[in-house]
Nanobody
Framework: QVQLVESGGGLVQAGGSLRLSCAAS????????MGWFRQAPGKEREFVGAISWSGVVRNYADSVKGRFTISRDNAKNTVYLQMNSLKPVDTAVYYC??????????????????WGQGTQVTVSS
């Protein structure tokens, strides 16, 4: 069992930056691949990015490539989403998720067994 808690969301102006954190409980965190998803008002939840258990393999949605970076610190049981050059279209609730298939960086929600409660990111124009 893995419990996930996101933090770091907030209100930022367009062009600004935020770093989201996802703290995980459980001794098996380091074996899980981790993903970030987001859901904007009135839209379906969508893939943002993912990182393998080792941090070596990463995958990003085209919409965030070059602006967002995923990293992890297995010693701290935490995964991060650094978001730069934010745009109003990035406004959403951001969720982290855990995939026990540690080598995967899957874009599909169904690949992830555990989810956090989400943190709101609002980008003003």
């Amino acid at each position: 069992q893995v419990q996930l808690v996101e933090s770091g969301g907030g209100l930022v102006q367009a062009g600004g930056s935020l770093r989201l954190s996802c703290a995980a409980s459980g001794r098996t965190f380091s074996s899980y691949a981790m993903g970030w998803f987001r859901q904007a008002p009135g839209k379906e939840r969508e893939f943002v990015g993912a990182i393998s258990w080792s941090g070596v393999v990463r995958n990003y949605a085209d919409s965030v490539k070059g602006r967002f970076t995923i990293s992890r610190d297995n010693a701290k049981n935490t995964v991060y989403l650094q978001m730069n050059s934010l745009k109003p279209v990035d406004t959403a609730v951001y969720y982290c998720a855990a995939d026990r298939r540690g080598t995967g960086v899957d874009v599909q929600e169904r690949a992830y067994e555990y989810w956090g409660q989400g943190t709101q990111v609002t980008v003003s124009s």
